[in-house]
């Protein structure tokens, strides 16, 4: 990692201590990633008791949609992510 | 890390959804711990291929971060809610420990209700908890405790939860539970109106069962509209369990109580009973008034009939009233007494109805009164025309509805004892004098008795003189075995205004001063006695039949009962002897038998 990357790895690491709800921290970790990397959009995909649930953020922070029967691309996503640990 | 356009066939859906939002590269990273997978991370930008080595790593390091703070929070959440249903079921169990503590340590189940009702409303989030148990005779359903500190409206202990029309009553009769919403007791046409003036939203009725009796219900409510779980319909179920036991030791408590109450007041009853009395069981006489006086105690005393029985003081009221007793079906069963002119007024109605703890000052204990001690056999009123005005309507409920409370309680109690009032008054003057009412006095003279004084039956006089000579000497251990003619007949012709009591006072002492086998009566004292009420009666209280009766009991101790002769009785009243004979027969004065 480059020098000024442990620093915001770190400050993303206590930004994410500030929440203690787990509901709270997935609603905030898109806009934490937003502020890590220069992106348009951030989206957190979570499965909790067989469900999927997401949270997307545009690049001014807005949410962009909650509702989990309008698309089925966090399937997708959820499909791709393979049991090692390695990025796509 | 994703060409959108490249990736659109593998991906379409998140290739369209993130065009859409303006990129053309996504970098996906997995959310991951050591064993669990939680989900993924996704970055999209504008441009193909925007993503560097650098990026797709970093990312990957936060996604760890990200991953263990997601792991952790749900960790904790999870265990948060593992400790507040542990502590949700250890609070029950405290509150089972402290009913089981309440359920032995009282047996008041006032006390128990109200030693765990608040930790129970606190524990299942309830507003009032109410104990709903049968009257004594499981006609009616009662509020017995009441727990219900915001309750609006009527929420008092003494509302009676119809047994037919209410919610309680569908669950005492079916022992089945039932929980639900106040609408829904609107829509089942059940009584509604005293739980929704009370603001109560949500009931939970439940059976106190103990084997296969239902011994009442338990009421709790809520006046929001939380309704009540299966869980906690188990938990309750399991209170209710307890509180069933504690009701039936209290049931049992209370009628241990009441029968140790009832043997302490029959055994005071009747050791007084044996100290003050000589219980003499039997009726001494052979006179016609005193015969035809038995014949209606022999017709009376089978039907259980309310006797009404007067006569002049002393004149054996009471032994009549036992005779009635002893005749009848009830005679294996009490026979208690009261004399209404010996109780102070303000205590008579106690010693009549009983009391409970506290319903006046000295009032320490709960007190069974006569009717209760009386029950399934007889109450033996003496002196009844002495009973108050303001208690007379309580002894007629007695008697027309078998009612009656005692003084400081509600519970209405029953009794079965057929009633003996005796007066020496004249009751029908009473009521025109409006002294006595006369809805009491026509309930009390179904079957009126009267008892004739003993100048009326001087025959019976001789029989009764031996009687309690023996009576006496037998206890004194004296051997009395004579009375002479002259004390007979000085004895018979004595008005006795004392009656039988006044006899028997006067033996007794003659028995004490008796030195040998004769009985000495101290005549002097009877004669100058005797003297002093003729010169009474002589001022105008005699009727002409009374002086008449003297004056020939006179003339025939002076002839020596000789009625025939020149110096005979008949001769000295200036009649012929039949007539004399005629005149003795009518006025009852027979020859006292020689000893």
């Known amino acids: 990692l480059a020098a000024g990357h442990v620093e915001e790895v770190l400050r993303f690491a206590r930004k994410l201590g500030m929440h203690s709800d787990p509901d709270q921290l997935l609603r905030a970790l898109p806009a934490e990633l937003y502020a890590l990397l220069d992106c348009t959009a951030t989206a957190v995909v979570h499965l909790r008791q067989g469900e999927l649930s997401f949270h997307v953020v545009d690049g001014e922070g807005c949410v962009l949609s909650q509702d989990p029967s309008a698309s089925d691309w966090p399937k997708e996503i959820w499909s791709a992510i393979p049991e090692e640990e390695n990025p796509l | ?595």
């Open chain 2, 1 to 595: 890390v994703i060409s959108l356009p490249d990736g659109e066939a593998a991906f379409p859906a998140a290739a369209g959804f993130f065009r859409d939002c303006g990129c053309d590269s996504l970098c996906v990273v997995g959310l991951r711990t050591s064993v669990n997978r939680l989900g993924a991370l996704c970055v999209g930008r504008p441009g193909s291929h925007a993503f560097s080595e650098q990026e797709s790593a970093l990312l990957s390091l936060v996604s760890h971060y990200a991953a263990l703070a997601i792991e952790e929070r749900f960790n904790f959440a999870q265990s948060e809610l593992v400790r507040a249903q542990l502590e949700e079921e250890r609070t029950k169990l405290r509150l089972i420990l402290d009913l089981n503590n309440s359920v032995v340590s009282n047996l008041e189940l006032k006390e128990v209700l109200q030693a765990i009702s608040p930790g129970m409303r606190k524990a299942m989030r309830l507003d009032g908890v109410a104990l709903i148990l049968p009257d004594g005779e499981g006609r009616e359903l009662q509020l017995y405790a009441l727990d219900f500190p915001e309750g609006s409206g009527p929420t008092r202990e003494d509302l009676p939860p119809s047994l037919n029309g209410s919610i309680c009553g569908r669950v005492f009769r079916t022992a089945k539970p039932w929980s639900g919403h106040i609408g829904q007791l609107q829509k089942a046409g059940l009584d509604y109106k005293i739980a929704s003036t009370a603001g109560v939203e949500t009931l939970c009725m439940l059976p106190l069962l103990r084997g296969d009796r239902v011994l009442g219900v338990l009421s709790l409510v809520r006046t929001d509209k939380n309704a009540f779980t299966e869980s906690d319909l188990e938990f309750l179920s399991q209170v209710a369990g307890q509180i069933a036991i504690a009701i039936d030791n209290a049931l049992a408590y209370r009628q241990i109580t009441e029968l140790k109450d009832k043997l302490a007041q029959e055994k005071l009853y009747f050791e007084d009973e044996l100290s003050s009395e000589m219980n003499f069981q039997e009726i001494i006489g052979n006179s016609a008034v005193l015969r035809s006086v038995l014949r209606q105690v022999e017709a009376v005393a089978p039907t259980g009939s309310t006797v009404l029985i007067h006569g002049d003081t002393g004149t054996g009221k009471e032994l009549i009233a036992r005779a009635v007793h002893n005749l009848s079906q009830r005679q294996a069963n009490p026979f208690v007494k009261l004399n209404c002119a010996a109780i102070p007024t303000g205590l008579l109605e106690s010693e009549l109805f009983g009391h409970e703890r506290g319903a006046f000052t000295g009032a320490v204990a709960q007190r069974i009164g006569r009717f209760e001690l009386a029950s399934q056999g007889t109450i033996f009123l003496d002196e009844v025309g002495e009973i108050p005005l303001e208690l007379q309507p309580k002894l007629l409920r007695v008697l027309q509805e078998r009612e009656f409370e005692r003084l400081g309680g509600s519970r209405t109690l029953r009794t079965n004892a057929r009633l003996i009032a005796a007066t020496n008054r004249d009751l029908r003057t009473m009521v025109e004098e409006q002294t006595f009412r006369s809805d009491l006095f026509y309930r009390l003279s179904v079957f009126p008795i009267h008892v004739p004084p003993l100048r009326e039956r001087t025959e019976d006089i001789p029989f009764l003189v031996r009687h309690f000579a023996q009576y006496f000497a037998f206890n004194m251990g004296k051997r009395i075995e004579t009375i002479s003619s002259e004390t007979m007949n000085a004895l018979v012709r004595y008005p006795w205004p004392g009656n039988i009591r006044e006899l028997q006072n006067v033996i007794e002492r003659a028995v004490i001063l008796s030195q040998g086998p004769i009985l000495k009566v101290p005549l002097t004292d009877l004669k100058a006695r005797g003297a002093e009420l003729n010169h009474i009666n002589g001022n105008g209280s005699s009727t002409l039949e009374e002086v008449e009766r003297r004056h020939i009991l006179s003339i025939l101790e002076q002839t020596n009962w000789v009625f025939a002769g020149p110096n005979g009785a008949a001769a000295r009243l200036g009649i012929k002897r039949p007539t004399l004979q005629f005149r003795m027969q009518k006025l009852g004065i027979s020859r006292p038998q020689r000893t």
